[in-house]
């Protein structure tokens, strides 16, 4: 085995999609991103907590039909959550593309004041 190549950073900036990428990001992708990680950090620490408690209520279930309820209230509650939370990314990212968009439309177009006549 050789020695690991250095990736030539030419080539991988020149790329295209990469160029694309590194072209829309502006303040509000950024922002956009932001609200979306921060949304899925909120999501994983209410799921954690959700499945703590029905680990608990597991572990102190008296009988067979109390620990059927248990878990079905418990998959009731986790489809509704993943549920709900796709519903709320999928309207994150549409929002966050389209005020991207509308962020590079107006930072792309000229002024009319600047022509001279």
Known sequence: ?????????????GAPGVEAAMVSFTPAAAEAWLSIMSEATHFLKDRLEHDLNYQN??????N???????????????????????TLLSNGIA???????????????????????
């Open 95 to 117: 929002k966050g593309w389209e005020d991207t968009t509308e962020s590079l439309r107006f930072s792309r177009s000229r002024n009319y004041d600047d022509i001279p006549l």
């Open 57 to 62: 209520e597991i572990l102190t279930s008296k």
């Open 1 to 13: 085995m050789g020695t690991p190549q250095k990736p030539n950073m030419k080539e991988i900036v």
């Open 64 to 86: 067979l039909q109390e620990l059927q309820q248990v878990q079905i209230k418990y998959f009731r509650s986790a489809v509704k959550q993943y549920s709900d939370y796709a």
